[in-house]
């Protein structure tokens, strides 16, 4: 079996479930062949501007059957790459948000350049029969490098966030450049359909492709593959997780404070795609328009820290904590909090007890690739009495579970405090039935499933 290196900015070590879903997606794709996992440390060295392809040394460390290969990036590479190009530019325009995108010509540059050391780097590592599986937007010009410098490995990409519709995408200077970038992969991998069809579009009409069967996309003298791949998580992970100490205490604790309450959970890195101050918005409407929930409805939103130094997401958290204070301000008892917000990291062994204690989990964001919290919130669920998913309709996961979830457009405050409603108010059976479809779904488009499909596209001829 050729051996799996996998490229994605951060490497985590997958022994340690606290890295969360990608983490453990790749871990065990890596696990099943042996492979090698690169990407930067996440540590910045201040050193000279401007570092060139070779600077950096690689670090290896060995994890069970994969070794972890991680460069430290020098603080100007990481302000425009990471900070300036990477997540102030594609983040906010591939979600839609033109109007938080900062355009610095520098960045560019940037990027440019941590893609090519990136390239310097891999490639005196690589194995010819190597296949190579590069995750997200801060490598989309990553094979272009290989193949510059003379790659002829199998080389795949898949986008973890979701891929604008052409007159969005076109917003940003680069746009061609970086399509063409994705030529020079032989797989590209999307969340949805949605996302594919925007892809398709594009290159038909700016770069005048020619499709060459239903997957088959030929233009800029290369033909790549791309389809829709929608991730899922590790259903029995997650199982294990929610059978262990702490979530069974978190589960505990929840309902021994809460006896009296009905609790609404929402679990999000604090982002302005995830649609926080919306959620909260609604929360308060429903607080507003049907008072039978005062001294009952507790919304837990746990907000982790994320991006702290993009100006955007301070703005962000700024909102939201004022939202939160004002609804508590107004509508609060001595022994009733309606929000309980918390700007942390809650432990990754704690959540599956903290799904399980709330009656509603709320996964509302404005834009998402696929939204994994959705998943783990119906994974975590007591099929015997369980809660109710109230899913936004921009979620990539929309497209998987949108008919047994709750769907809500989360700019539509009263809609969704209509949902919020139905959802505390649904009878158990109606509970139960749709919590059975939707586990069944879950189960069945798992993350091993996800690898599985990829890779093995991955080595197919294109035909
Ligand atoms: C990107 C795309 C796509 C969150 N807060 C805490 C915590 N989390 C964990 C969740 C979940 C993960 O982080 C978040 O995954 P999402 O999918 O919801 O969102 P992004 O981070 O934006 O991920 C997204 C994903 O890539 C995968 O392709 O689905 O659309 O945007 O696992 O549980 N984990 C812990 N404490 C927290 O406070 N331990």
Same mark, same amino acid.
């Given at each position: 079996?050729?051996?799996?290196?996998?490229?994605?900015?951060? %490497?985590?070590?997958?022994?340690?479930?606290?890295?969360?879903?990608?983490?453990?997606?790749?871990?065990?794709?890596?696990?099943?062949?042996?492979?090698?996992?690169?990407?930067?440390?996440?540590?910045?060295?201040?050193?000279?501007? #401007? #570092?060139?392809?070779?600077?950096?040394?690689?670090?290896?460390?060995?994890?069970?059957?994969?070794?972890?290969?991680?460069?430290?990036?020098?603080?100007?590479?990481? /302000?425009?790459?990471?900070?300036?190009?990477?997540?102030?530019?594609?983040?906010?325009?591939?979600?839609?948000?033109?109007?938080?995108?900062?355009?610095?010509?520098? !960045?560019? !540059?940037?990027?440019?350049?941590?893609?090519?050391?990136?390239?310097?780097?891999?490639?005196?590592?690589?194995?010819?029969?190597?296949?190579?599986? %590069?995750?997200?937007?801060?490598?989309?010009?990553? *094979?272009?490098?290989?193949?510059? =410098? #003379?790659?002829?490995?199998?080389?795949?990409?898949?986008?973890? =966030?979701?891929?604008?519709?052409?007159?969005?995408?076109?917003?940003?200077?680069?746009?061609?450049?970086?399509?063409?970038?994705?030529?020079?992969?032989?797989?590209?991998?999307?969340?949805?359909? *949605?996302?594919?069809?925007?892809?398709?579009?594009?290159?038909?009409?700016?770069?005048?492709?020619?499709?060459?069967?239903?997957?088959?996309?030929?233009?800029? #003298?290369?033909? %790549?593959?791309?389809?829709?791949?929608? =991730?899922?998580?590790?259903?029995?992970?997650?199982?294990?997780?929610?059978?262990?100490?702490?979530?069974?205490?978190?589960? *505990?604790?929840?309902?021994?404070?809460?006896?009296?309450?009905?609790?609404?959970?929402?679990?999000?890195?604090? !982002?302005?795609?995830?649609?926080?101050?919306?959620?909260?918005?609604?929360?308060?409407?429903?607080?507003?328009?049907?008072?039978?929930?005062?001294?009952?409805?507790?919304?837990?939103?746990?907000?982790?820290?994320?991006?702290?130094?993009?100006?955007?997401?301070?703005?962000?958290?700024?909102?939201?904590?004022?939202?939160?204070?004002?609804?508590?301000?107004?509508?609060?008892?001595?022994?009733?909090?309606?929000?309980?917000?918390?700007?942390?990291?809650?432990?990754?062994?704690?959540?599956?007890?903290?799904?399980?204690?709330?009656?509603?989990?709320?996964?509302?964001?404005?834009?998402?690739?696929?939204?994994?919290?959705?998943?783990?919130?119906?994974?975590?669920?007591?099929?015997? !009495?369980?809660?109710?998913?109230?899913?936004?309709?921009?979620?990539?996961?929309?497209?998987?579970?949108? /008919?047994?979830?709750?769907? %809500?457009?989360?700019?539509?405050?009263?809609?969704?405090?209509?949902?919020?409603?139905?959802?505390?108010?649904?009878?158990?059976?109606?509970?139960?039935?749709?919590?059975?479809?939707?586990?069944?779904? =879950?189960?069945?488009?798992?993350?091993?499933?996800?690898?599985?499909?990829?890779?093995?596209?991955?080595?197919?001829?294109?035909?």
């Amino acid at each position: 079996m050729p051996r799996l290196v996998a490229v994605s900015n951060r %490497v985590a070590d997958p022994r340690k479930t606290a890295a969360g879903g990608l983490a453990v997606a790749l871990a065990d794709a890596l696990n099943a062949s042996g492979g090698l996992w690169f990407g930067t440390s996440g540590q910045v060295v201040e050193r000279d501007a #401007g #570092g060139t392809p070779g600077e950096a040394k690689v670090h290896l460390q060995r994890a069970g059957e994969v070794t972890l290969a991680t460069v430290a990036l020098s603080r100007d590479d990481h /302000d425009a790459y990471y900070l300036g190009y990477s997540n102030g530019v594609l983040w906010p325009v591939f979600h839609y948000r033109l109007d938080l995108a900062e355009f610095d010509a520098g !960045d560019i !540059d940037g990027y440019r350049r941590v893609n090519r050391l990136f390239a310097h780097k891999l490639m005196p590592m690589l194995r010819p029969d190597d296949v190579i599986w %590069v995750h997200d937007y801060h490598l989309i010009p990553l *094979a272009a490098e290989l193949r510059a =410098i #003379g790659s002829t490995h199998r080389i795949g990409f898949f986008l973890h =966030i979701p891929l604008p519709p052409p007159l969005i995408l076109a917003a940003i200077p680069q746009h061609e450049w970086l399509m063409r970038s994705l030529f020079a992969y032989d797989l590209v991998g999307f969340q949805s359909d *949605a996302d594919l069809q925007h892809f398709a579009r594009y290159v038909r009409n700016e770069g005048r492709a020619k499709q060459r069967s239903d997957d088959v996309f030929h233009a800029f #003298g290369r033909s %790549v593959r791309a389809r829709a791949f929608p =991730i899922g998580i590790d259903v029995d992970e997650f199982d294990a997780l929610m059978q262990g100490r702490d979530a069974q205490d978190t589960l *505990a604790t929840m309902r021994e404070q809460y006896a009296k309450r009905k609790l609404l959970v929402g679990v999000d890195r604090l !982002d302005y795609s995830k649609g926080l101050p919306q959620r909260v918005r609604a929360f308060r409407r429903l607080l507003e328009r049907y008072p039978e929930n005062h001294m009952s409805a507790t919304l837990i939103q746990v907000a982790s820290p994320s991006r702290e130094d993009v100006d955007a997401y301070a703005d962000i958290r700024r909102e939201l904590e004022g939202l939160c204070g004002a609804i508590n301000g107004e509508y609060g008892e001595l022994d009733w909090m309606p929000v309980r917000y918390i700007h942390r990291t809650v432990a990754r062994k704690r959540l599956p007890g903290l799904y399980r204690a709330a009656r509603v989990g709320l996964v509302t964001p404005l834009r998402d690739g696929m939204n994994l919290v959705a998943k783990e919130y119906v994974a975590a669920q007591d099929p015997a !009495d369980p809660g109710v998913l109230v899913l936004s309709r921009f979620a990539g996961a929309a497209e998987q579970l949108g /008919d047994d979830a709750l769907l %809500v457009n989360p700019y539509d405050t009263q809609g969704t405090a209509d949902a919020i409603q139905h959802a505390l108010r649904m009878p158990l059976d109606e509970r139960r039935a749709r919590h059975a479809r939707l586990h069944a779904r =879950i189960r069945d488009h798992d993350v091993h499933r996800w690898h599985r499909e990829f890779l093995q596209i991955l080595k197919e001829d294109l035909g």
